[in-house]
């Protein structure tokens, strides 16, 4: 598995593609899926990389399909900034840490959601 791809927002694929990296550009989840989808079925292998913000809007039958490939494991990343208006960046660090753990902390002076 030599093969890393990324799938990110249009401002950041420019920086991947300079550091060496198959960087694809998305505008939206839907254009982001469409992208993995089509890999899916073509085979593909090597190490998918999709913004946390595109992969959000996946179909969860996608999402399902990327859990069970072998040969395209998925991973998300913090794709810069919230693509959703009124997610706050506390708010992204958060979920990024209770993925990573499994644990929801909450920052001094917040409520627990």
């Not at 420019?14 to 198959?22: K, N």
């Not at 960087?23 to 899916?40: C, K, P, S, Y």
């Not at 998925?74 to 979920?95: D, H, K, V, Y």
Request: proline share 7%.
């Amino acid at each position: 598995m030599g093969r890393l791809i990324i799938v990110t927002r249009p401002a950041l694929a420019p920086g991947f593609q300079l550091a060496g990296v198959e960087a694809f550009a998305a505008q939206d989840g839907e254009t982001a899926q469409r992208l993995v989808a089509g890999w899916l079925d073509a085979g593909e292998t090597g190490l998918l990389a999709v913004d946390d913000g595109l992969l959000a809007n996946f179909d969860p039958a996608l999402r399902r399909q990327m859990e069970a490939a072998d040969r395209l494991p998925c991973i998300a990343i913090p794709g810069g900034g919230p693509l959703e208006p009124g997610t706050s960046p506390r708010r992204q660090i958060t979920e990024m840490i209770r993925r990573a753990i499994g644990i929801h902390i909450t920052f001094g002076g917040e409520q627990s959601a």
